[in-house]
C-alpha cells in the first residue's frame, strides 16, 4: 500500500506524534513532532527499543540487520528475523510488539500529563519548590533563614526567567530556527544591542554556607532546551584566554569572544567568583560589558562582596569600572548565615595522613588501582600544554607535593588532570608561610578544582588543615597580631607571617572543603559516583554490542 499523504494544512493526529504504527513487520517508531523531540520523547523510544532488542536477543538467539528510522536522519538498532522461514520469528514480532505496546502507552501518558500541566509551571516548580520537597524527604537537612532567604531570590530569577524566556532567547531551538547563516553574518556586520530585560543574581558569603549547594539547585530545576552553562570561575576564565588566543590580529577579539559564548549560552552559572589574576582583572569589564549588551544573565557566587573583588590587586583601578558593570546588571545577595554546613558532616580521618609517611601513602594508592601497574603518564591540557604525571593507573594519580604545587603550574593543568583521574594521592603537604606563599595559591586552587570535580584526596601533610594556614592571614588579622606604633620595633614580628587578603580569605574555604572532602559523606558520594560510571560504561558497551 502507498503511504498516506497528507493534505497541506492539516495537522498530523496526536496519536502518530507520539504513538507506534505497525507496519506488518511489527510496531516501528513514527516520526514525532518537534515538540515531543524536544520533550525528551525521542530518547524513551529508544531506550525502550534497546530493551525490547536486549530480551529479544536473549531468548531466542536471532542476530539482526539495520533497519532506518522514517525520516533517514539516523540509523536504529531494530531486530528483523534472520530468515523468512525460521521458526523464532513469530516469537520475536511477539516480543518486539509487546515491548514497544508498553512503550507507546507509558509516553501517552507522560505528553498528557506533560500538557495538562504546561500552562502552570510558573510557581509550581523551581529551586524552592525543589529545596522543600528535599527537605520533606530527608534529602536535606533544615537549612537556616539566610539559605531561605536566598532560595527566594533564586525562585524569583527562575521565574522572571520563565516569563521572559521568548524575550530573553533562551529556547535553544528556538533561536536556531531563526538565526541562520545569513542572520549570523548580518548580526556581525551590523551589531546589535539588545540587554536582558531581566537582572541577574551575585551571591557572596562565608565559606560553607550552601552558595554551590543553591546555585546547583537552581540550575537543576531549569528547562533542558535553555542555553545555558554552569561552569567554575577558574574554568570559565581559561576557556576565554584560550578563544581569545584562536582570534588574535581581531580589532575586538573580546567581542568575538563574547558573541561566541552568548550564542551558547544566554543564562550563565558562575561558581566562585574569585579575581587574583591581573590578566583577568584587565580584561573583565570589556567582557561583561560585550556579554550583557548581548543579553546574558549572570547568577554567579563568591566569598567576596563586589566592592572587595580583587582587593590590593596590580592596576586595581583599571578593575573598578567592572564592579560597577556588576552591580548595574546583577542584584547582590549577601548569605549571611555563620553556619559551614560542611563541617556539620561526619568528619573522619579518611584519607588526610598526618605527618610524613610516604609509605603509607604509597600503600593506599595501590590498593586503590587494584591489579593495574602504575606508570608515568602524561596529561594533555589548554592551547597545547602537556602535565606529567609521575605514576597513574586506574583513575589514581600519584604526586609529591613539590611536582604539582611547587612548579609554574595553574588551573589549566589542575583541569587537566582530572578530566582524565578521579583521585589524586598528594605527597607531603607542608604548612605555609610567606616563603611558600606560591605554593599555597596553587594548593588552593588545586583543592578548588578537585572539589569542583568530585575528585578524592589521598595526602600526608605536616598537620591538621587548619593548622596549614595558621601563618596566613588578612591584613586586619595582622593587625590585631601585630599592632603598629610609633615606639614599637619590628624585633618581636613573626618573620613568617604571610600577609595577604586573597589567600587569607581563600584560606577558609579550603580548610572547610578539605574538612568536606575527608567526611564519610563525600567520600560514600564519590564510590557511588565511580558506580554509576562503571554502569553506564556496560550498558554503552552493551548497546555496541547490540548495533
Not at 528483523?80 to 509487546?98: D, Y
Not at 564592579?323 to 561526619?346: N, P
Amino acid at each position: 500500500m502507498k503511504p498516506e499523504k497528507r493534505k497541506e494544512g492539516t495537522s498530523v493526529p496526536a496519536a502518530r506524534d507520539v504513538g507506534l504504527r505497525d507496519s506488518g513487520l511489527g510496531f516501528r517508531p513514527v516520526l514525532l513532532s518537534p515538540c515531543c523531540r524536544f520533550n525528551g520523547i525521542l530518547p524513551i523510544i529508544m531506550r525502550g527499543a534497546t530493551r525490547a532488542l536486549r530480551h529479544v536477543l536473549y531468548c531466542s538467539r536471532i542476530r539482526g540487520d539495520h533497519l532506518c528510522r522514517l525520516n533517514g536522519s539516523r540509523n536504529v538498532s531494530t531486530l528483523r528475523a534472520a530468515a523468512v522461514c525460521s521458526p523464532s520469528r513469530p516469537f520475536a514480532e511477539k516480543e518486539i510488539n509487546r515491548y514497544f505496546c508498553q512503550t507507546a502507552r507509558s509516553l501517552s501518558d507522560s505528553v498528557a500529563s506533560d500538557s495538562a500541566g504546561a500552562s502552570a509551571d510558573v510557581g509550581k516548580s523551581g529551586p524552592l519548590i525543589e529545596y522543600e520537597r528535599r527537605i520533606a524527604s530527608g534529602e536535606l537537612v533544615d537549612g537556616d533563614a539566610f539559605q531561605v532567604d536566598t532560595l527566594r531570590l533564586l525562585q524569583r530569577l527562575y521565574d522572571q526567567l520563565i516569563e521572559h524566556e521568548d524575550s530573553c532567547h533562551l529556547d535553544r531551538y528556538k533561536a536556531s530556527q531563526k538565526a541562520g547563516r545569513s542572520r549570523w553574518l548580518w548580526s556581525r556586520l551590523v551589531p546589535q544591542s539588545s540587554y536582558s530585560p531581566v537582572k541577574g543574581l551575585y551571591l557572596y558569603g562565608g565559606v560553607g554556607t550552601g552558595k554551590t549547594m543553591l546555585m546547583d539547585l537552581f540550575y537543576d530545576q531549569l528547562p533542558s532546551n535553555w542555553r545555558k552553562r554552569r561552569r567554575h570561575f577558574h574554568d570559565f576564565m581559561l576557556h576565554v584566554h584560550s578563544r581569545l588566543q584562536m582570534h588574535k590580529g581581531v580589532a575586538d577579539p573580546l567581542e568575538v569572544v563574547a558573541g561566541e559564548i552568548s550564542d551558547e549560552s544566554i543564562l550563565l552559572c558562575l561558581d566562585e567568583f574569585m579575581v587574583t589574576d591581573v590578566a583577568d582583572a584587565l580584561i573583565l569589564n570589556r567582557l561583561f560589558k560585550h556579554l550583557f549588551i548581548k543579553g546574558i544573565v549572570l547568577l554567579s557566587t563568591s566569598n567576596r562582596a563586589p566592592d572587595n573583588l580583587y582587593e590590593g590587586g596590580l592596576q586595581r583601578d583599571l578593575f573598578l569600572p567592572f564592579i560597577d558593570t556588576l552591580k548595574e546588571r546583577c542584584v547582590v545577595h549577601e548569605i549571611g548565615s555563620s553556619t559551614d554546613y560542611r563541617k556539620l558532616t561526619s568528619a573522619e580521618q579518611g584519607f588526610y595522613f598526618i605527618g610524613h609517611d610516604s609509605a603509607r601513602l604509597k600503600q593506599k594508592f595501590l590498593n586503590l588501582i587494584g591489579k593495574e601497574t602504575p606508570r608515568p603518564q602524561v596529561v594533555e591540557v589548554v592551547m597545547g600544554r602537556h602535565l606529567q604525571v609521575p605514576l597513574g593507573a586506574n583513575g589514581c594519580a600519584y604526586f609529591p607535593f613539590v611536582d604539582l604545587c611547587d612548579k609554574p603550574l595553574g588551573a589549566a593543568d589542575y583541569l587537566g588532570l582530572f578530566e582524565k583521574f578521579h583521585t589524586l594521592a598528594l605527597d607531603g603537604v607542608p604548612k605555609f608561610s610567606v616563603q611558600n606563599r606560591s605554593a599555597a595559591y596553587r594548593f588552593v586552587t588545586l583543592v578548588d578544582v578537585m572539589y569542583e570535580n568530585k575528585a578524592r584526596l589521598l595526602c600526608t601533610a605536616e598537620t591538621s588543615p587548619i593548622e596549614l594556614f595558621e601563618k596566613i592571614v588578612t591584613v586586619a588579622e595582622a593587625q590585631r597580631i601585630s599592632p603598629r606604633s610609633s615606639s614599637r620595633s619590628l624585633k618581636g614580628d613573626d618573620l613568617d607571617l604571610c600577609v595577604d587578603n586573597e589567600l587569607g580569605f581563600a584560606k577558609e574555604r579550603t580548610i572547610s572543603r578539605l574538612t568536606e572532602m575527608n567526611s564519610r559523606e563525600y567520600l560514600e558520594h564519590h564510590e557511588s559516583r565511580l558506580l554509576g560510571v562503571a554502569k553506564q560504561e556496560v550498558e554503552e558497551n552493551t548497546d555496541a554490542l547490540l548495533v
